[in-house]
């Protein structure tokens, strides 16, 4: 009986790995996504404060530097603020909030390198990136998307 039993738990918690590795948001309701808006709002609010010294590290950390850039303090800073936005997008959906590093990207070759346009426009389109990707997962295999087809 304690075998079935580790057993049967070993397959709940199997199955809850598998739905998190392939990601997904058709569990989440409007109260788990509390934090993450919070985090999102606070670190995007950070970013667009922050795009004078984005744009200047662009042109190199020297070049920075002489604008008035302390480039150690802000890479620092940088680093733990853009690690705190994906570790809070990727707890709540999995892998898949990973997707959202190939927009900005790609959104460099439609309004250019300037980080007022860069951030708002990577926000959009990386949102809308997510849903075009989700509709036909969610018509092809049922109404809860691919994560929940494999059981």
């Known amino acids: 009986m304690s075998v079935g039993a580790f057993l049967g738990a070993l397959l709940a918690f199997t199955r809850r790995v598998l739905f998190w590795l392939l990601g997904g948001l058709s569990g ?10 919070l985090a999102l709002f606070l670190g995007i609010g950070y970013l667009l404060l922050q795009t ?8 190199g950390e020297e070049t920075a530097r002489t604008l008035g850039t302390d480039t150690d303090r802000f890479r ?9 936005l994906t570790g809070v997008i990727v707890a709540v959906s999995g892998v898949i909030g990973f997707v959202g590093l190939m927009i900005p990207h790609s959104v460099r070759f439609l309004v250019g390198s300037d980080h007022r346009r860069v951030l708002p426009v990577s926000l959009l389109l990386g949102g809308n990136f997510l849903n075009l990707g989700r509709c036909p997962s969610t018509y092809y295999c049922c109404s809860r998307g691919i994560a929940h087809w494999y059981y």
């Not at 004078?52 to 042109?59: C, D, E, H, K, M």
């Not at 620092?76 to 705190?84: A, G, I, M, N």
Request: hydrophobic share 55%; glycine share 0%.
């Open 28 to 37: 989440t309701t409007w109260t788990d996504l509390i934090l993450p808006m």
């Open 52 to 59: 004078r010294s984005l744009n200047a590290l662009l042109v």
């Open 76 to 84: 620092k800073q940088l680093f733990l603020v853009t690690s705190l």
